[in-house]
Each structure stands twice: as structure tokens, then as C-alpha cells.
């Protein structure tokens, strides 16, 4: 695609239920990441996917998140038995190649709102 | 870990002034730093990204400088208009290079 796609674009649910997010990177882009926004924090790492290597979970707060990314493209995080402080904006970005190895630049996707009542 | 740093937090101005964002961080051994955007609701937007080895980089009225050995970068924004108000984020890689690092971000306002 043309951008990196995330949906739901908001999702609002109770506690202790369980959530689905999904990331669409662009094309033919092999790192994929996982970032948190919460209310007026920086950006927090939570995962990141590069080609068919093993993912870098270092990121995630607790056990009750994980992700996947199918075929080296799409990817789910998935929260379950969510809490209050799970509320944030999780956004999703995609890379030609990982960072620092040079100029290539993180695309973000629009971001996932999640309210956790 | 590398700790980034925003300052200020908020700037309001009239349009045409020129715009000075600072950011900072603890750890200079980094390959590169990039400023980004976000427009309210929005994801973020890369603005530009400075190589290690650059000192700084340029788009049209943007213009971004970088000072490794003091941990510092900064952010200019030439006759600001209205357009221009965003929150602008800083980021630079940890060690293992993949991982960016986010300074908290300057809210600018700039009023018509």
C-alpha cells in the first residue's frame, strides 16, 4: 500500500477483555515496529520485526501482550485481560531496512486508540 | 539507556517568527537523529534525519542541526505559519540501533 495501515483506527472496551490490533506496513518493507503513546509520554518501544529473524520483545510491558507478523508483513498485537493502563495510542511503523544500519527513515502509521474503561 | 529530551514542552508565537526547538540526549554514541511531526490524531511524519557524520540537514524552511559530542540537536523552523503547528518529536536509536528513543516533544502553536 501506500502507507502503513492500522485498524481499528479507535477502539474502546472493558476491562479484562481482550484486543486485537493490526498493522499493515508498507510494501516490501522487512522491520516493522510497535511503539505506545500514552496521554502526554514519549513514544515507548514495544516490539520490532526484522525479515525472518526472531523478534525483539524487549519492549513489551507485561505477558499479556504479544504480537505476530504473518509472512513477514502484516502484524497483531494482542493484548488480553486488559487494564486501564493499557488506554494509549499504539502505533505502527515500517522500515526498507533496520535503523542505525543507515538513512532509512520509520514510516508511522495513523495509530490505534485504545480506552480501556 | 538513551535518554532523550525535549525543551520547551509548549511555544506559541505569531506567524512569521522563526521557530527554535531543542533536543538533547545522554547518549552521543548514536548513527543518526531524526526530528518528526504529529498533527493531532495523527501518526507521526519524518521531517528530516541527520547522519552521525552530518553536522546538519535542510528542507525548504526546516533546517536541523546536530552536535554529537554535546548530545544536542535543534530544529529551525524559518517564518513559521500556521500550517506549521504540530507537535515535533526527536528521536535517536539505542545501541542496538533499531530501537528509537523519543523525547516527549515541543507543542507549537502559531497563531495567524
Known amino acids: 500500500g501506500a502507507g502503513v495501515s492500522q485498524t481499528p483506527s479507535n477502539k474502546v472496551t472493558e476491562k479484562g477483555k481482550y484486543v486485537e490490533l493490526r498493522c499493515d506496513p508498507i510494501?516490501?518493507?522487512?522491520?516493522l515496529y510497535w511503539y505506545r503513546q500514552s496521554l502526554g509520554q514519549g513514544l515507548e518501544f514495544l516490539i520490532y520485526?526484522?525479515?525472518?529473524?526472531?523478534?525483539?520483545k524487549s519492549g513489551l510491558p507485561s505477558d499479556r501482550f504479544s504480537a505476530e507478523r504473518t509472512g513477514g508483513s502484516v502484524s497483531t498485537l494482542t493484548i488480553q485481560r486488559t487494564q486501564q493502563e493499557d488506554s494509549a495510542v499504539y502505533l505502527c511503523?515500517?522500515?526498507?531496512?533496520?535503523?542505525?544500519?543507515?538513512?532509512?527513515?520509520?514510516?508511522f502509521g495513523a495509530g490505534s486508540r485504545l480506552t480501556v474503561l | 539507556k538513551q535518554e532523550v529530551t525535549q525543551i520547551p514542552a509548549a511555544l506559541s508565537v505569531p506567524e512569521g517568527e522563526n521557530l527554535v526547538l531543542n533536543c538533547s540526549f545522554t547518549?552521543?554514541?548514536?548513527?543518526?537523529l531524526q526530528w518528526f511531526r504529529q498533527d493531532p490524531g495523527k501518526g507521526l511524519t519524518s521531517l528530516l534525519l541527520?547522519?552521525?557524520?552530518?553536522r546538519e540537514q535542510t528542507s525548504g524552511r526546516l533546517n536541523a542541526s546536530l552536535d554529537k559530542s554535546s548530545g544536542r540537536s535543534t530544529l529551525y523552523i524559518a517564518a513559521s505559519q500556521p500550517g506549521d503547528s504540530a507537535t515535533y518529536l526527536c528521536?535517536?536509536?539505542?545501541?542496538?540501533?533499531?530501537?528509537?528513543?523519543f523525547g516527549a516533544g515541543t507543542t507549537v502553536t502559531v497563531r495567524a
Open positions: 511503523a515500517s522500515s526498507l531496512i533496520a535503523l542505525g544500519s543507515g538513512a532509512n527513515v520509520l514510516t
Open positions: 510494501s516490501g518493507h522487512t522491520a
Open positions: 520485526f526484522q525479515g525472518n529473524s526472531a523478534p525483539d
Open positions: 547518549d552521543s554514541a548514536i548513527y543518526n
Open positions: 541527520i547522519q552521525s557524520s552530518q
Open positions: 528521536a535517536v536509536p539505542a545501541r542496538d540501533d533499531y530501537k528509537l528513543s
